[in-house]
């Protein structure tokens, strides 16, 4: 049982994974077809990383944990987003 339960688990990894790539390689081909437009959306994107939320405390661990969370918010944010353009592609959607 402890084999099959490991197998599914790294046969889901392997998947996601798998998603995740192909999603970015045509996230990839959708930025150089459109330049200007990828451009400015990168741009907005890091600016809003390094924006600091208006809610955050005074003191600069509360600013430095709050900027690790836009972090990781954006990175999963990404990465979900990434995951349903590759679904959409390995499904044939």
Known sequence: ??????????????????EI?????SKSLEMVSNPAKSISEVVSSVSSMLTVPEETGPGL?????????????????????????????TKGK
């Open 21 to 25: 790539s192909i999603g970015a390689a």
């Open 1 to 18: 049982m402890a084999a099959e339960f490991d197998n599914n688990i790294l046969s889901g990894l392997l998947k996601t994974g798998i």
């Open 61 to 89: 661990p509360d600013k430095a944990q709050a900027l690790a969370g836009v972090w990781l918010k954006q990175g999963l944010s990404l990465m979900a987003e990434l995951q349903a353009a590759g679904e959409k592609i």
